[in-house]
């Protein structure tokens, strides 16, 4: 599914250069759940954005079901982030001033048909969200918005969920409610690549890589 | 979601951002309409102010001596009044005047009283341009006396007096004016020269100088030179002092609308440049999930510059309504001589309606490319 090669990401910052991602190398297989785990600053964000087509590496490749992602033009990634990636983010990035049903149905391509407009309806049920489909993400908790991103992330069906520390602001209860919708995903045949400084989802991930100052350790 | 709804859900959540944006369209549009429709009214009230100024122009026989002329007000040499006709054939938008009136001028004597006795011509005006004839109209039959000569005389309007053999009505209302139309009788000019014994001619053709150049800029060469060549037998003599008052009247004016217009443009875009720069900073997130989410750079941009035109467009129309109420409100105030021409221009309001939408997208185009080539992984590494 996911295949980087020597990925290497540099930063300039005040005319010094900071290596985020340093030669880093790995797979993740099709309907795998990968967990990185690092400590805050050693590249998980980087790496996670790299993989979803947002940031050109410095050096090496990253594959997306045999495609090389950055051979792509920005208009042929941008589909492929709105076809085949759900992105679910720590700080939730939800659209203020859309209701929920508008934050799910933004993921849509062009105009939501029926049938989107029902399956956005469904998410927001499962996801316990149901009866507050024209509230605002404001009106919210914490944890209520984070499962409102992962409806979002979910609603074009994608074949791999990329969640950078999706559990980050929760409170234990409402991280693994995260977190177990992310593993159904995953029994659904999706593959997940999660990034977090802490153990929560090592109990649903195949498998768990060690990031340490952008380099891969295990 | 379209993206129309989007914007509209996108304003009512911002509401200060879009309000500012439309007062500050509304007002630009407010100012250009009213400065315009003002401008117009201003330019007829100015027309009008420098004509009742009276003709700055004087024509008289090439060979008067100007001593003469100075010291009686007239010249003592007569030309054809085919001269007038000659001068009238060539008054078109080209020349550099108008508004021409032939006249006698001579001194005379009634019951013992020197009087001064004019007659005028018709005016003739360059064709095509609706303008107004100057001065009064003397109808036939009728004279327009001054103050002391009613005095002495002992005659008010709608009374018979004798010019020589000839019995006229006074048609006017004679008033004190402190000049020399104070021992005046005006005639029609076929009236005078019957009374004069000088048939078929005129010793001056007056007019109106359209150069508008003030005294610096030698406008007289350039008169002397056009008349000359149509009129040689006549030398041009200019009312500078009138003439250089009309001319500043006038370019002030033009000044005045021509630093008006850009201005209101310059800053109505700033304004909504600042502003559209604003939005873009407010929506930075936004902006990295909308592209995290596999959105173009067209959608984004679409969001910013739709946005400009719709509040474009509503903007237009309030300010088309209040800038057109306010000038017909407040403008017959301001323009008394000429209030009965203030009206709405309708045409301009549908040009404005048109061009404020696309003006103010051209205006936020930069904030909104800033918007799209914005990196995404900035803002969403920014937890």
Redesign the interface.
């Known amino acids: 599914m996911i295949r980087c090669d020597e990925v290497t990401k540099i930063f300039r910052k005040n005319g010094s250069e900071v290596t985020s991602l340093d030669r880093f190398t790995a797979e993740v297989a099709e309907g795998e759940f990968v967990a990185v785990r690092g400590p805050s600053g050693c590249g998980k ?2 790496l996670l ?1 790299t993989l ?1 087509g ?2 050109r590496p410095s050096a090496g490749s990253v594959q997306l079901g045999g495609r090389d992602l950055y051979a792509l033009s ?2 042929e990634r ?6 085949e990636i759900g ?1 679910v ?3 939730f ?6 209701d929920l049903l ?1 934050n799910v ?3 849509c ?1 062009g ?2 048909s029926a049938e989107v407009r029902r399956r956005a309806g469904r998410l927001l049920d499962e996801l316990g969200l149901a009866g507050r489909a024209s509230h605002r993400p404001g009106e919210l908790s914490a944890g209520e918005r984070q499962r409102l991103a992962v409806a ?1 992330a979910l609603l074009n069906r994608p074949k791999l969920i990329l969640a ?2 999706p559990t ?1 602001n929760l409170d234990p209860e409402n991280a693994a409610e995260v977190i177990r919708h992310l593993a159904e995903f995953h029994r659904g045949g999706g593959t997940v690549v999660l990034v977090t400084h802490g153990a929560s989802a090592d109990t649903h991930a195949d498998r768990t890589l060690r990031l340490d100052q952008g380099q891969l350790k295990s | 979601m379209s993206v129309w709804l989007h914007i509209l859900r996108e304003m009512g959540f911002r509401k200060l951002n879009a309000l500012f944006l439309l007062l500050g369209l509304a007002m630009a549009v407010t100012v250009v309409i009213a400065s315009q429709l003002l401008a117009e009214a201003d330019e007829r009230e100015t027309r009008r102010v420098t004509r009742d100024m009276g003709f700055n122009l004087r024509l008289i026989p090439v060979k008067t001596d100007l001593g003469q002329f100075y010291r009686d007000g007239f010249s003592r040499h007569a030309m054809d009044v085919s001269m007038l006709d000659r001068l009238a054939t060539q008054l078109t938008n080209n020349v550099s005047f108008n508004h021409l009136v032939g006249s006698l001028r001579r001194e005379y004597t009634i019951n013992g009283q020197d009087i001064l006795l004019v007659g005028l011509s018709d005016t003739y005006v360059a064709p095509g341009q609706g303008k107004k004839k100057m001065g009064f109209e003397i109808e036939k039959g009728t004279i327009h006396i001054g103050s002391q000569v009613a005095l002495v005389q002992e005659k008010k309007k709608n009374d018979t007096m004798h010019v020589g053999v000839r019995r006229f009505a006074v048609a006017n209302d004679p008033i004190e004016t402190g000049t020399p139309d104070d021992i005046t009788i005006f005639a029609r000019l076929e009236d005078a020269q019957s009374v004069l014994g000088l048939a078929g001619k005129i010793n001056e053709i007056e007019a109106i100088d359209c150069l508008c150049l003030t005294a610096d800029q030698d406008p007289l060469a350039i008169l002397r030179k056009e008349i000359g060549g149509i009129l040689p037998e006549v030398q041009v003599v200019q009312q500078r002092t009138l003439a250089d008052a009309r001319a500043k009247q006038r370019q002030t004016r033009e000044k005045v609308n021509q630093f008006v217009l850009p201005s209101v443009l310059v800053a109505g875009a700033i304004w909504v440049a600042l502003l559209a720069v604003f939005n873009v900073r407010d929506r930075r997130q936004e902006i990295g999930i909308l592209r995290a989410l596999g959105k173009g750079g067209g959608r984004i941009a679409v969001l910013f510059l739709g946005k400009a035109a719709l509040l474009g467009l509503v903007a237009a129309l309030i300010g088309a309504a209040l800038g057109t109420w306010a000038v017909l409100e407040f403008g017959p105030s301001l323009f008394p001589v000429t209030k009965k021409a203030i009206q709405a221009n309708w045409p301009l309001a549908a040009q404005l309606i048109v061009a404020t939408p696309v003006f103010a997208a051209l205006a936020s185009f930069i904030p909104a490319m800033l918007a799209v080539s914005h990196d995404p992984a900035e803002t969403l590494r920014e937890d």
Not at chain 1, 78 to 83: H, I, K
Not at chain 1, 93 to 98: F, G, R, T
């Open positions: 964000t980087t954005l979803g947002m940031q920005p208009a941008a589909g492929l982030r709105s076809s992105f983010f720590q700080m990035h939800l659209v203020p001033y859309l508008g149905l933004l993921a391509p105009k939501p979002r950078d520390e980050g």
